[in-house]
């Protein structure tokens, strides 16, 4: 037991590097903008990862082409753009706020505003439903409960 959880820890800071040898760029510039890139750019197969950390062939794809553009003088918006042009928005991390997405991006702040109208709209109901609950006994309801209390 204690081996392998030595030999976890060993591997574990390893899990994260799916960037293999042949795919790293000779000038050091243009290899941190690649992982920075890379750092944006979802898998399509795995979703939850982005490219840079992904071992699905489809991420290693996206790592070459976002190297090749990078290499062909393209600036970060540019490789960005081309790839989202060849895979579609899906594969950014924080889709851009325009078209169909601006319903996404605005459907938070509308929901939580929403919310707040119905809680002021439910608090103020309630508050207004008070008096009449705190209504004073009649004299009959009055001489009932002293009966009850005597019993």
Avoid: T
């Amino acid at each position: 037991m204690r081996r392998l959880v030595l030999l976890i820890a060993l591997l574990l800071p390893f899990a994260g590097f799916a960037v293999q040898p042949d795919e790293v760029l000779p000038d050091a510039g243009q290899e941190a903008r690649a992982r920075q890139i890379s750092q944006l750019l979802r898998c399509p197969v795995c979703q939850g990862e982005n490219i840079d950390e992904s071992n699905a062939p489809v991420s290693r794809d996206l790592r070459l082409y976002v190297r090749e553009r990078i290499v062909a003088g393209d600036s970060d918006d540019q490789v960005i753009d081309a790839v989202v042009d060849r895979f579609g928005e899906f594969v950014l991390f924080q889709p851009r706020a325009q078209g169909g997405n601006l319903v996404l991006w605005l459907a938070g702040p509308v929901m939580l505003l929403l919310a707040a109208v119905l809680a002021w709209h439910f608090l103020r109901s309630r508050a207004q439903a008070r008096p009449e609950e705190a209504k004073a006994l009649s004299q009959a309801e009055r001489e009932r409960l002293d009966q009850i209390m005597r019993d």
